[in-house]
C-alpha cells in the first residue's frame, strides 16, 4: 500500500505559525478550538457515564468474584503444537477413508460384468435433484446440518448426462437413446457404497464423501438433496469435472499459453463464442496451474501488456485476465506462425528467466483458438520440437461458429503434437467441449503410471453447506482386464471442513487479536479470520496468497517463505488491523508462531499480542442450569454446548437446560467463564432501568465470555453486529484502549459509544473484561454537541465537524450533518486540506473480496443474431421449455445457453456459462481511499486559496480529549475544484486492480507438487472428437433457425 500524496493542482497551502490571514479571523483561534475539545471530552464523557452507569459495572467485579479467576499467560509454542497435532490426527483418518474408497471401486471394476442391455429402469437411484429438505426419507443431522440419508449414497449428474440418456442420430432423425455407459457406471459404483458406510462406523466425524465419475455423475454419501444456488435461478450447472478436487486429483499441474486468433474474419457470434471459449478453460485451471493469454494476428502479444509472462492461475489473475479477453477486438489479417512462434517463445522465456519455483513444470499447453484457416505453420512446430525447453509442448486446437470455414490444418496441428481437437459451433457446447478435450489427454499419462497421487485442494465453498472444505482426492483407475491401462474412472475425494480445524483452535486464549491460519506449499491461505466465504458454491476458490491478508512487506514474505518450507520459529512485528466495520487499529508486536503440520502439506501459523493473558474461570456451579436473564444474548458462534440451534434469548435458556440435564462435550472453560460474566452484571438491568433518558435508546454490554446485556430488552435486534465479542469491530476497538470510542450508524439515525472495563490481571497486564456500550438517538446527542459548539455557525462563516478515526462524520454543524458519511464525499477540499497538514493519512487499498452489483452492460456494436428474437421474452421461452419437457429437465440448460447466446448484447457481459449467474451481485475487485488519524497532540490549522477565484479558506483541527473524535471547524467552501485534490474513493467501487505494469513483477516463493506425469511411452494418441457434444446436437436446428431468421 503506498501512502496518498494528494496532488493539489496549484494549490497554495500554508501551515500558519500564529500569524492571521484575512479569512482566518472568522475562525475560533487554536487555543479556543483546543479549550473546546476539552470540553467537547468532557461533556460527552459525562453524557456517558450517566447514561451508562459505567462506574456501577465497574465495581460490579467484586473481590469474591475475583477470587475465582485466575490469569496465565498463553503459551503459542505448545498451542499450537496442539492444534498441528489434532489437524494431523484428521487428515490421516480422511487418507486411510480416501484410500480405502479408491481401493473398493478399482476393485469392483474386476469383477463387474458390463450390461449392454441395460435400461434406465434397471438401476436404483437416490437422485438428490429430486428431493428437498422436507422429503420423508431425509432427516435432520447435526453434523452436517442438513437432511441426510446414512443408509446410501446419492447421485448428481450433470444436464449433459442426465441419469443415463444421451442424444444421438438414428436414421437420420434426432433421438434420445439409453447411454449404456452412464448406466452401468452408476450400477457398478453403487458397491462404494458399503466403504462410504465403514468410514463413517470408523470416525463419525467424517464429512461427505465422494465418488464422481469421468462420465458425469457424481455419489455423494450420506445422501442428501441437491439445490443450484439461487443465483443460477434454479438451473444446475454443477458437474464434478469441473470441481477442484476432481481436476487436481486426476491431471498433474500445467503451464498454458492460450493462444486467440482475433483476425478480421473472427467477428460477431463467433468471437463471442471464442471468449466465452477462453474464460471456460481459464476456470478449469487452479492455483497449481500457470496461464497466460495471447492474441494473434498478422502480429502477436499479451492480452494485458503488462503481464508478460506465464502467471499463476490464481482468482486475482483470473480476473485480469477476464478483463483482457473483454477488451479485445477483431482486426487486420491473419498469420498463425507468428502467433504460435510467440507462445512457443513464451515458454523458452518463462523456462530461461523465472526462478526455479515459477511454473509446474509439468504439462506444456498451447491451446489455440480461430474461426479456422489453411496456412500450415510447420517451420515454426519444427523449429520447436528440436528445443529442449519446448520440444513436448502439446498442441490443442479449437475450430469456432456457425461458418464452415477449413479446419483441417488445425485438427493436424493437435495430432502431430499430442493435442486434441476440437469444433465448436454454439455456445451451448462449450462447456463439454472443453471439458473432453484437453483434460482426458494430459489425464492419460498418469493413468498409465499406475500411482495415485493423493491432492489437496484449496479451499472452496461446499455444495452441501459446510462452509469452506479441503478435499482430499485421489483418482480411480479402470484395472479390469479389458482395460488398456489408460482409462480414468474417476476421483474419489473426502472433505475436511474448515470448521473442523477451527474447533481444535485455542481461540478462547488468543482474544480478540488472537487467530490461527494456514497456507499451503503455494502460500494460499486456507483458512483466516478475514477470509470471507464466496457468494455461492459455483465460484472459483479464491486462492488469496497471505501476502494479501497479512501485508506486502519483507516481514511477512520472509515468514511465509519459511513456513512453505516447513520450517518451525516465531517472529514478532507490529501490524496494522482492519476491524470489521472499516476502521484501522494499530496493534503492536503481535508474535507469529508457525510449525508444520505432519501428513499433511500445510503449515500452521498462530498469532496473539505479546505475552498476551488468559483468563479462566473456576468454580461457578452450574448444575442447576443457568439463572435467569431476561434480554441475555450469547456469542451466536461459540460452540458451549453441542447441540444448540436456538437464536436469541431462546439459546441462553436453551443452554440452561442442556446444562441442568448434564449434557456431555460441553466447553467448561466457556461455561465457567459465561457463569460468571452472568453473576457480575447481573445489577446492569436494574441500574439502566432507573436512568432513563429520551435520547438514550439502548445500553449493553458485552463481556469477554460471549454475554451480551440489552436494555430494553427489544433493542438487541438492532445491535447484532456486537454480540460476538472477538468479531465486533466496535469492541476490538474500545478493548484497545481507556478512550470513550464512537461509532456512527447512518442507516438508524444513532450513534454508538463504548467504553472498556478492565482489571489488572496478575501477570502485569490489562485484561478486558467486558465493553460498556450506549447507542444515542443522533438528534439528541447533537442537541449536546451544539451547545458546547455554539461558535460554529453559518451565520458567523464557520463549520465544526467531529469525525472519528476514518473521517466518517459523527456530528456537523448546519443542517446537513452528514451522519456517517466520509468527509471526502461531502466536502473533499477539506478533506484534502487535512491529510497534507497530517491530521489524516489515506492509502488506496483493494479487497479482492468485495461484492459488487452488476452493472447493466452496453448494447454491443458487433453484429449479433439477436435481432430476430429480440421482440421474445426469452425468459419465458426458457421456463416453457423447462416446464414442457420436465422429464427431460436439462434441457433448460440447453435452450437457455442457445436462447440466451442470442439475446446476449456482448462477450463481455457473458460468463463461461453463456450467461450471467446472478443479476445483482457478484464476487469482485474493489478499491478504496482508506482514512486513517495520525492522533498526533500538536495543534492542527491551514489555509487553502483557490488559484482560481482567490478565496481563502481556513481550518483549525484538534483531538477531542479521551475518544476517537477530532474537532475540525474550517470557513465555508470556496466551491473551487481545483482545491479538492485527486479524486479517491471514499467507499469501495469496483475495479480492475492495481496497475500491472508498477507492480514488482518477482514471483513469490512457492513449492510445487512432488509428482509430475507429463508423459509416458504407452500414451495412445487422441488427436479429436466431433467436439460437437451432446449439448450442440439440440443446438444445431435452433442455431441454423436464427441463422435463417437473420
Known amino acids: 500500500m503506498a501512502i496518498i500524496r494528494t496532488h493539489m493542482l496549484v494549490l497554495c497551502f500554508l501551515l500558519l505559525q500564529g500569524s492571521s490571514h484575512g479569512a482566518e479571523d472568522e475562525l475560533p483561534s487554536s487555543e479556543m478550538i483546543n479549550q473546546l475539545a476539552r470540553s467537547l471530552g468532557t461533556e460527552l464523557g459525562d453524557v456517558f457515564m450517566t447514561s451508562s452507569k459505567y462506574d456501577v459495572l465497574q465495581t460490579s467485579y467484586r473481590d469474591d468474584l475475583l477470587s475465582s479467576v485466575r490469569f496465565e499467560e498463553v503459551n503459542a509454542e505448545a498451542e499450537l503444537a496442539s492444534m498441528a497435532t489434532k489437524i494431523t490426527d484428521i487428515f490421516t483418518k480422511r487418507s486411510r477413508a480416501l484410500k480405502d474408497i479408491v481401493t473398493t471401486a478399482e476393485d469392483q471394476t474386476f469383477i463387474y460384468e458390463y450390461d449392454p442391455n441395460l435400461q434406465t429402469g434397471d438401476v436404483a437411484l437416490f437422485k438428490m435433484a429430486k428431493y428437498n429438505e422436507s422429503s420423508p426419507d431425509l432427516e435432520l443431522d447435526e453434523h452436517f446440518g442438513r437432511e441426510v440419508n446414512f443408509s446410501q449414497s446419492g447421485v448428481h449428474t450433470p ?24 448406466l452401468n457406471g452408476l450400477r457398478w459404483s453403487a458397491a462404494v457404497d458399503r466403504t462410504f458406510r465403514a468410514n463413517r462406523d470408523r470416525d463419525p466425524t467424517i464429512s461427505w464423501q465422494y465418488l464422481g465419475s469421468q462420465l458425469g455423475f457424481m455419489r455423494v454419501y450420506p445422501a442428501t438433496w441437491w439445490q443450484p444456488p439461487p443465483a443460477l435461478d434454479g438451473v444446475d450447472l454443477y458437474d464434478v469435472r469441473r470441481r477442484p478436487w476432481y481436476i487436481e486429483g486426476s491431471v498433474s499441474p500445467k503451464d498454458v499459453v492460450i493462444l486467440m486468433d482475433i483476425s478480421g474474419s473472427v467477428h460477431g457470434q463467433t468471437f463471442e463464442i471464442m471468449k466465452i471459449s477462453v474464460k471456460t478453460v481459464l476456470n478449469t485451471l487452479g492455483e497449481n496451474d500457470y496461464v497466460n493469454i495471447a492474441w494473434s494476428t498478422n502480429h502477436a502479444g499479451w492480452a494485458n501488456p503488462c503481464m508478460d509472462t506465464l502467471v499463476p492461475a490464481t482468482m486475482i489473475n483470473k480476473r485480469t485476465l477476464f478483463a483482457a479477453v473483454d477488451a479485445m477486438q ?31 513444470k509439468c504439462h506444456k499447453l498451447i491451446m489455440f483458438f480461430s474461426d479456422g484457416g ?28 456457425p461458418h464452415p470455414v477449413p479446419s483441417h490444418i488445425m485438427r493436424r496441428m493437435a495430432c502431430e503434437n499430442g493435442g486434441f481437437f476440437s469444433v465448436i459451433v454454439a455456445s451451448g457446447a462449450i462447456r463439454t467441449a472443453i471439458q473432453e478435450s484437453y483434460l482426458p489427454v494430459l489425464g492419460q499419462p498418469l493413468a498409465l503410471s499406475g500411482s495415485r497421487p493423493a491432492a489437496e485442494t484449496p479451499p472452496y465453498l461446499d455444495a452441501g453447506g459446510l462452509g469452506y472444505v479441503t478435499t482430499l482426492s485421489m483418482p480411480v483407475f479402470n484395472r479390469s482386464e479389458a482395460s488398456d491401462g489408460q482409462s480414468l474412472l474417476g476421483v474419489a475425494g473426502v472433505d475436511v471442513t474448515m470448521r473442523e480445524i477451527h474447533r481444535h483452535a485455542p481461540w478462547k486464549k488468543l482474544g480478540p487479536f488472537g487467530y490461527t491460519f494456514a497456507i499451503n506449499p503455494n502460500g494460499i491461505v486456507l483458512f483466516h479470520p478475514r477470509l470471507r466465504e464466496p457468494l455461492h458454491y459455483m465460484e472459483d476458490p479464491p486462492d488469496l496468497d497471505l501476502t494479501l491478508l497479512e501485508g506486502d512487506n519483507h516481514v511477512v514474505k520472509d515468514l511465509r517463505t519459511q513456513m512453505i ?46 505475552r498476551q493473558t488468559h483468563m479462566v474461570v473456576f468454580g461457578q456451579s452450574v448444575s442447576g442450569g443457568l ?25 441462553w435458556q436453551q443452554l440452561s437446560d442442556q446444562l441442568k440435564a448434564g449434557a456431555e462435550g460441553c466447553a467448561a472453560d466457556l461455561v465457567q467463564h459465561l457463569a460468571w460474566d452472568a453473576k457480575w452484571t447481573g445489577a446492569a438491568p436494574e441500574q439502566w432501568q432507573t436512568a432513563q433518558e429520551s435520547g438514550v435508546d439502548a ?27 472477538y468479531r465486533s469491530g466496535l469492541y476490538r476497538h474500545a478493548s484497545l484502549t481507556e478512550d470513550l470510542i464512537f461509532r456512527p450508524r447512518a442507516e438508524s439515525g444513532r450513534v454508538l459509544a463504548a467504553r472498556r472495563i478492565a482489571v489488572a490481571s496478575s501477570t502485569g497486564g490489562i485484561y478486558t473484561l467486558a465493553v460498556v456500550g450506549v447507542q444515542y438517538n443522533a438528534t439528541w446527542l447533537w442537541e449536546r454537541v451544539d451547545r458546547v459548539l455554539a461558535a460554529c455557525s453559518e451565520e458567523a462563516g464557520v463549520r465544526c465537524w ?86 427431460l429437465d436439462h434441457l433448460r440448460y440447453l435452450l437457455a445457453s442457445a436462447l440466451l447466446s442470442y439475446q446476449a448484447p456482448a462477450a463481455a457481459a457473458l460468463d463461461e456459462f453463456g450467461f450471467e449467474i446472478n443479476a445483482f451481485e457478484h464476487s469482485c475487485t474493489q478499491r478504496l481511499a482508506r482514512t486513517e488519524l495520525t492522533r498526533s497532540r500538536r495543534p492542527y490549522q491551514g489555509e487553502l486559496r483557490c488559484p482560481v477565484s482567490g478565496c481563502v ?31 479517491l474513493p471514499f467507499r469501495p467501487e469496483e475495479d480492475v486492480g492495481p496497475d500491472r505494469c508498477g507492480e514488482d513483477k518477482t514471483p513469490l516463493f512457492r513449492r510445487r507438487p512432488d509428482a509430475c506425469f507429463a508423459t509416458h511411452e504407452k500414451e495412445k494418441p487422441a488427436c479429436s472428437g466431433s467436439g460437437l457434444a451432446t449439448a450442440s446436437l439440440l443446438l444445431l436446428p435452433l442455431t441454423m433457425a436464427a441463422r435463417v431468421a437473420a
Request: charged share 20%; glycine share 8%; aromatic share 10%.
Open 159 to 182: 444436464l449433459e448426462v442426465y441419469e443415463g440418456w444421451f442424444f444421438a442420430k438414428y436414421k437420420g432423425q434426432l433421438t434420445f437413446m439409453d447411454d449404456r455407459d452412464v
Open 330 to 360: 477483431a482486426r487486420n489479417t491473419s498469420d498463425w506462425a507468428k502467433g504460435l512462434d510467440f507462445a512457443y517463445k513464451a515458454f523458452v522465456d518463462f523456462y530461461s528467466q523465472q526462478p526455479e519455483h515459477a511454473g509446474a
Open 374 to 401: 489453411t496456412e500450415w505453420p510447420g517451420a515454426v512446430i519444427d523449429k520447436y520440437k528440436n528445443e529442449t525447453l519446448t520440444k513436448d509442448v502439446r498442441l490443442f486446437t479449437y475450430a469456432l461458429g
Open 565 to 610: 518450507r516447513r520450517n518451525s520459529n516465531s517472529v514478532s512485528m507490529n501490524q496494522t488491523v482492519v476491524l470489521e466495520d472499516g476502521h484501522v487499529v494499530h496493534v503492536r508486536n503481535l508474535q507469529y508462531t508457525y510449525r508444520p503440520v505432519d501428513n499433511t502439506t500445510l503449515s500452521l501459523g498462530l498469532v496473539l499480542p505479546a
Open 627 to 651: 439463572p435467569r436473564c431476561d434480554g441475555c444474548l450469547l456469542a451466536p458462534s461459540w460452540e458451549y454446548c453441542p447441540g444448540l440451534t436456538a437464536d436469541g434469548a431462546e439459546r
Open 699 to 725: 445500553r449493553f454490554v458485552v463481556t469477554d465470555g460471549g454475554l451480551t446485556r440489552f436494555y430494553p430488552v427489544s433493542s438487541g435486534a438492532d445491535l447484532s453486529s456486537e454480540l460476538d465479542p
Open 802 to 887: 467531529l469525525l472519528d478515526t476514518a473521517g466518517d462524520v459523527v456530528y456537523s454543524s448546519g443542517e446537513s450533518r452528514w451522519l456517517g458519511q466520509h468527509l471526502g464525499l461531502e466536502d473533499p477540499e477539506l478533506m484534502a486540506a487535512l491529510v497534507n497538514a497530517t491530521v489524516y493519512k489515506q492509502d488506496v487499498v483493494y479487497n479482492y473480496q468485495g461484492v459488487c452489483r452488476k452493472k447493466r452492460p452496453n448494447a454491443s456494436a458487433a453484429p449479433s443474431l439477436a435481432d430476430p428474437l429480440r421482440w421474445l421474452n426469452v425468459d419465458l421461452l426458457v421456463d416453457l421449455a423447462a416446464g414442457a419437457l420436465s422429464v
Open 953 to 983: 479558506r481556513s481550518f483549525r483541527a484538534s483531538l477531542v480529549a479521551d475518544t476517537n473524535l477530532v474537532l475540525v471547524a474550517a470557513s465555508l467552501p470556496c466551491g473551487c475544484p481545483e482545491l479538492a485534490g485527486e479524486d
